[in-house]
Structures are given as C-alpha cells and as structure tokens.
C-alpha cells in the first residue's frame, strides 16, 4: 500500500499516434515527424522508424539516410493540441490532482486511493478509458514519486504499464544506465561516464559532497535521483494562455537601435521561460507607447514555436510596423499568445542540429548559473538602464 501514490502517464510518440489516427494507412510504416527541408529535424518518430537507430531532434537528412524508406510528414500542431485536450478532459474528469507537464504529459497524484480502490486498478482503468475515447496509446508509471514515475513509465513503453511497488524505488532504478535519470542528457552523461558512473547503482554510491564538488549544486539532485528521492509535489494545473514582458524607459527615447535591442533581450528571455515552462506559442503582439501616453499594438500569427530566432525575427518585424509616429517612445512591450503545451525546445519541423544544440546549451547554462549568465553581445549592460515589468 502507498502512503504517496504518483501516476505518470506519457502518450506513446504522440505526433505519429495522431497522424496514425487520422489515416489508419500509416500504421505499421516507418513515419517521421519534423521539417521536410534539407536541414530540417526530426520532433517525432515511430517505432518502426526507432528500429533503423532514427530518434527525435536527428537531422532529418541522417535519418532518411538510415531509413530511406520513411514516410515524412510536417506534421500539424492544431491537431496535437486538440488530441491533447481530449485526453486531458479525459484525466481533469477523473483524477482528484493532476498536473500537464507537457502536450504529451501528465503526473496524477492518487494518494489514498489503496483505502477504497486500489492505485494500480484504477490507474488501469482510466489508461484503459484514455484509449477508448481518444484511440491513442499511452503508457503509465506507479510509484511513491514523481522521478521514478517517470522512469517506470519509459520502461513500460510502448503502450505498457508498470508498478513500482513500496519500498522497491532504488531497486528498480540501480540496474538502469543513468542515461534514464530526467535531466540526464548527453553532456552530463559523457561527464558521468568518464568518471566510471554507467548505472545508477554506481551513481547512488557516490557520496553526495564528492558529487557537489564536481557538479555544484546540481550534484545534490543527481545523488538524490539516484537515490530514488523525489519530494516535487504534483502542481495544479492551470492553462497558461500568454506570457509578456514591458520596458518602462527611464527617459523617454527616440533612440531606435536602442530600443530594437530592449525587444531581442525581451524575446530572448520570454523564449526561454516558453522552453522552460515547456510551452510553445503561437501569436506575436508588439506593444508601443508613446510620452503622450497613446498606445498602439499590432500583432502576428506564427507557427507553433519557443525558437529565440524566430520569435525575435517576428518581433522585429512587427515593431517596424508599428512604429511609425516617429516620436518619443515611453514603454515597450512583448507578448507571446495562443500557448499550447509542448515538450520540445525549438520549432517543432525546421530547426538545424547546430540550432537545437546551441539553445540547448544556452538553456543549460541560464538553469545552472541564472537567466542573464547567457544573453545576446548586443544587450550586455542594457537592463540596468530600464525598470523592468513582467506580466503573465
């Protein structure tokens, strides 16, 4: 019996699932999701395409290379989004606390459940509904945590369950590569496996301090992954629906190129809370207000996207538009809108492996030494000449 109960619940490759659901003649082929040009990148694959050594954010250059026969689709992020929807109506209808950590996502929190149910029988049971009314395969993980939820749930792929029973946490994850610790990516395993760490028994065993020494305080939350330990409470869910920030100039400017830097270091810093907020937007509005306070707005549809490139490129774009009174400007903004949940860094179909890399590092570098540790040359210095408003 759980004290803590943690069901994590992930749709099996989504975006193929759908596309699958949409035409059932794709079943069973080697499909890969992502952008269709030369330097595009593959944001999802099928199991079938896995087989060949094809997996997500590869150029789609290589994978075709290893699997010439796949099918390739663009893929269509309104249709993601409302296949998302009907399983999370399905969860929010059933489960006491739930929380969407991404389009594809999802921890509920069923503590309590063993006094009148029983946590793994229910779990069944709503996976078992979740396939019947939204036709897509999904996969689960029972455990006393969230991390080894998570863990149980890519162990039970495809389409599969598992139940971590109580008391059994660190034997379940000892004989696994500590490539299968969230968070773990290729950097921190390359790391990790120069110092002789492969599985997660050896990495439990390292004394924490050791571990601190070499990864800061990052090394406390590898012993303790390790170590089965997760307290990360499931958080409510509340659909986040735009996200923005305001520059208050302390004089007002005419200054254009000054203010075209204040929208890159307002993009920049958006697209990273979009990306670590696992969001992706889909509306651009550029915000201007004048010293005699009139204020004017225009906004842009875009492809579903977190990329800083694009997002900036738009803004630019936008703030051209609108600003045409040539007069002093005393605030300006930007927002970003029609938010979906999605667990992928950049635009989903067309981003380079050199572009992904570099905003992974980037991301990297802002989680572990602060947001403003990695910034664009141009902006260096300029937040100290602004008052700064954030607004959601």
């Given at each position: 019996?759980?004290?803590?109960?943690?069901?994590?619940?992930?749709?099996?490759?989504?975006?193929?699932?759908?596309?699958?659901?949409?035409?059932?003649?794709?079943?069973?082929?080697?499909?890969?999701?992502?952008?269709?040009?030369?330097?595009?990148?593959?944001?999802?694959?099928?199991?079938?395409?896995?087989?060949f050594g094809v997996h997500s954010a590869m150029p789609m250059k290589m994978a075709l290379r290893l699997c010439p026969d796949a099918i390739v689709l663009r893929g269509d992020m309104d249709s993601y989004s409302y296949?998302?929807?009907?399983?999370?109506?399905?969860?929010?209808?059933?489960?006491?606390?739930?929380?969407?950590?991404?389009?594809?996502?999802?921890?509920?929190?069923?503590?309590?459940?063993?006094?009148?149910?029983?946590?793994?029988?229910?779990?069944?049971?709503?996976?078992?509904?979740?396939?019947?009314?939204?036709?897509?395969?999904?996969?689960?993980?029972?455990?006393?945590?969230?991390?080894?939820?998570?863990?149980?749930?890519?162990?039970?792929?495809?389409n599969g369950t598992k139940q971590v029973e109580y008391g059994t946490e660190k034997a379940f994850l000892s004989p696994l590569s500590v490539k299968k610790i969230p968070g773990v990516g290729k950097q921190m395993y390359?790391?990790?496996?120069?110092?002789?760490?492969?599985?997660?028994?050896?990495?439990?065993?390292?004394?924490?301090?050791?571990?601190?020494?070499?990864?800061?305080?990052?090394?406390?939350?590898?012993?303790?992954?390790?170590?089965?330990?997760?307290?990360?409470?499931?958080?409510?869910?509340?659909?986040?629906?735009?996200?923005?920030?305001?520059?208050?100039?302390?004089?007002?400017?005419?200054?254009?190129?000054?203010?075209?830097?204040?929208?890159?270091?307002?993009?920049?810093?958006?697209?990273?809370?979009?990306?670590?907020?696992?969001?992706?937007?889909?509306?651009?509005?550029?915000?201007?207000?004048?010293?005699?306070?009139?204020?004017?707005?225009?906004?842009?549809?875009?492809?579903?996207?977190?990329?800083?490139?694009?997002?900036?490129?738009?803004?630019?774009?936008?703030?051209?538009?609108?600003?045409?009174?040539?007069?002093?400007?005393?605030?300006?903004?930007?927002?970003?809108?029609?938010?979906?949940q999605g667990n992928y860094q950049i635009s989903l179909f067309d981003d380079t492996q050199k572009e992904i890399s570099l905003l992974q590092e980037k991301d990297w570098i802002r989680s572990r030494f602060g947001v403003?540790?990695?910034?664009?040359?141009?902006?260096?210095?300029?937040?100290?000449?602004?008052?700064?408003?954030?607004?959601?």
């Amino acid at each position: 019996m759980y004290d803590r109960a943690i069901l994590h619940m992930d749709l099996d490759s989504f975006f193929v699932s759908v596309e699958c659901l949409k035409n059932t003649a794709l079943l069973g082929k080697p499909l890969l999701i992502g952008g269709t040009s030369r330097r595009g990148v593959v944001a999802s694959c099928s199991y079938e395409a896995r087989r060949f050594g094809v997996h997500s954010a590869m150029p789609m250059k290589m994978a075709l290379r290893l699997c010439p026969d796949a099918i390739v689709l663009r893929g269509d992020m309104d249709s993601y989004s409302y296949y998302s929807g009907v399983v999370t109506d399905i969860i929010k209808e059933d489960a006491p606390l739930y929380e969407k950590a991404s389009i594809d996502e999802f921890y509920i929190d069923i503590s309590g459940m063993d006094k009148y149910f029983g946590c793994f029988k229910w779990s069944k049971e709503l996976r078992q509904t979740i396939i019947k009314e939204s036709g897509l395969p999904i996969s689960f993980g029972l455990s006393v945590n969230k991390l080894v939820s998570k863990v149980g749930t890519g162990e039970a792929k495809p389409n599969g369950t598992k139940q971590v029973e109580y008391g059994t946490e660190k034997a379940f994850l000892s004989p696994l590569s500590v490539k299968k610790i969230p968070g773990v990516g290729k950097q921190m395993y390359k790391k990790l496996s120069f110092m002789g760490v492969r599985k997660i028994e050896t990495l439990s065993k390292i004394p924490m301090r050791l571990l601190e020494n070499e990864f800061g305080k990052y090394g406390r939350s590898l012993w303790e992954k390790a170590n089965a330990i997760d307290r990360t409470p499931v958080t409510p869910y509340i659909e986040q629906k735009s996200m923005s920030k305001e520059r208050t100039f302390t004089e007002d400017t005419l200054n254009v190129d000054y203010i075209r830097k204040m929208v890159l270091k307002m993009c920049d810093d958006l697209a990273f809370e979009l990306r670590n907020k696992k969001r992706l937007a889909s509306c651009i509005t550029i915000k201007i207000r004048y010293a005699d306070f009139n204020t004017y707005t225009k906004q842009r549809r875009i492809s579903y996207t977190s990329n800083d490139t694009i997002l900036s490129r738009n803004a630019l774009e936008l703030f051209d538009k609108v600003y045409e009174r040539r007069q002093l400007i005393r605030l300006i903004g930007v927002k970003f809108s029609g938010l979906v949940q999605g667990n992928y860094q950049i635009s989903l179909f067309d981003d380079t492996q050199k572009e992904i890399s570099l905003l992974q590092e980037k991301d990297w570098i802002r989680s572990r030494f602060g947001v403003d540790k990695v910034m664009r040359a141009s902006c260096l210095g300029e937040s100290a000449r602004t008052h700064v408003y954030g607004g959601k």
